[in-house]
């Protein structure tokens, strides 16, 4: 990429494109680092969407600016007439340019981290240009002392330490240096947090941004506007609901020409209120099924609010309300456990299902658990919540296999114990029991892009789940958070959801019919469909579906690595996206070959007696790397083994190759070999 080396004074863009983008003439193809690939095209949509908000609240006519326009602009019939010339206004309005400075200073700040300056380094410690993942750690306690200092505790003698340098709100900056000071204390934000877009960040399932997302991001930052109502948002409102009926075309194969709407989605804030949201759906199709008084609404029906009351009093056996129970693996995410609270089910209502050694829900258990309690007569399934892609292990559930075990038992609750003692009502196909089928894909889901066998196949059976979710910001890389959830059952979401709030939602309203808020518990929404859309549009399904490939690509060939050193086990045999290991020092190596275990082995597994100790190593190894900056790794549970492991992801726009691979493992044994 090329930019002017001249600093235009008015040309914002130019001058913010010098400042953080000079040329770089260093070939990226040569330089030992795993960093995310930015290309030529991406920049500059990246960096459009850096400046707009600044050009955008640069050239605003603010009254304190008027008074720096030329009279000979001004219209020429208006010089003729005799009228009173604006006066600037003074106070708060009037300071906004020293404001605006601060945030035209700042914008470099976040630049920064996509230039090409930034990501010529190199993971070797001999060469002065290697970055850390922690480039300054600091416990809990240096980090109060360094950056949230009182003033009154500090030693008079320390004259820099004042209340213009410390985060803490017990005093304002003062009105010397005000902007420089700000600036300031952004850039210690910076210095002190993680570098989570470092190739060694592996800690959490999210890490470097995708430019083209982040572009996007930027943009609607902007923009500033809640994707509530379709006046309010026009152009997110539409494009949520495009990017939703694609999704839902991916996920359940939805006729694109079809002149009837068959599915309903949204874009929710993080995969647990996803979570939330299907069983909060699931509940009120299972009560809205068993209610005989239903009236119509977007494709789907909606039970009226009056008709809850006298639910019991249709309901078989004994007329009284069957208690709900839900269903999820013992590898699923604990927001499930979460969500059940929250929409009100006891805790012995949501039953843990055991896995098989591969981490996959056990459908023979279920089965079992779904008849026993079906027997008892009081209780119905009514929710299962399955894992695509689950935390630590990376497992998927069989899909298909659930499904199918629902569809039984739904079968036999129609025909043998009916919601409804009314003959109207059990011939209602919409009013019979329903077992909603959940597919958690936050993690994992993003490969329903790919046409890849293996990836097909770990999402085998979604096309007939009741509801899917996945987060674009994990695997993909776009900007926290970016979550789509989507059903195949019409209208449910405003069904589920709709207070009918006149002062919001109101049919008499420009666009009203395609308002998004309704659906929603929640009120205000950021317009996240934009980030999840921007990749689509500039990757298209080809370029998503290689990125995710990519990895998976990338993991197995790790994994053989593994497998492959001896100073490594794996923990588990690997999914697509999660590879868990042990780092085995020279002491572990011994005992394991004296009692003749082979670590190269499938489902190995570390003997009870030394897991404690084996565990604790990965505690300390973690601890040591940490705070050295030079990896963020977790250490993780498996149900399979009794030590603790390390895991290996690579969520957000990242490289993994064979270099990075080697460095991993090299770290471990030159900081490890002690332990």
Known sequence: ????????????LAQITNRVFRQNQTSLDSVDCSCPALTDTSIPCLLIGVVIGIVVAKYVPLPSRIKRQSDDKEDSSTRTQNVTKSVPRTGDVAGLDAELEVLEDSIPLFAKRFSPEERAFTLNDNDGRTKKVVDHYLSPDEMINTLFFEESNVDAKDSAKCSDQSMSLTHPLGSSNKKENMIHLLKQIQKYSVTTDHPYFYNQLFGALDPIATAAELVALSINTSAYTYETAPVFTLMERHVLEKLANLVYSTPETSGSITHDGLMLPGGSLSNL?????????????????????????????????????????????????????????????????????????IVTVGT????????????????????????????????????????YDDIEAVVNVCRKHEKYLNNNMPFSTRTEQQKNTESGHKIWVHVDGAWGGSAIFSQRKDLCDALKGVKQADSFTFNPHKLLGAPQQTTAFVTRHAGVLKASNSTKAKYLFDDRKNGAEYDLGDGTYTCGRKPDAVKLWAMWKYYGQEGLAKIVETKADSLSLFSKKVRGHDNFMLACEPWLFNVNFFYLPKRFRQILKERNIDISADNCVVPDDLAS????????????????GKMLIPFQPLSNQTADCFRVVLAGNKRFNEIDMNNIMELMETYGADL
């Open 613 to 628: 100790d084996l565990g604790n190593v990965h505690v300390q190894l973690k601890k040591i790397l940490h705070k050295n």
């Open 277 to 349: 949201t299907a069983i909060h759906v699931a509940r009120h199709v299972c009560k809205a099924r068993g209610s005989y008084e239903k009236q119509q609404y977007g494709g789907y029906e909606e039970e009226k609010k009056e008709s809850m009351s006298d639910l019991s009093a249709a309901l078989v056996p004994g007329n009284t309300r069957p208690t709900q129970v839900a269903f999820v693996s013992s590898e699923a995410h604990y927001s499930f456990i979460k969500a059940a609270a929250v929409v009100g089910l006891s805790a012995k209502d």
């Open 1 to 12: 990429m090329t930019t002017n080396d001249e600093m235009l004074s008015s040309n914002v």
């Open 356 to 395: 098989l050694p591969n981490g996959q829900m056990d459908t023979e258990e279920l089965d079992m658990l779904m008849t026993e309690i079906i027997d008892r007569g009081d209780k119905v399934p009514f929710f299962v919540g399955l894992t695509a892609g689950s935390t630590v292990r990376g497992s």
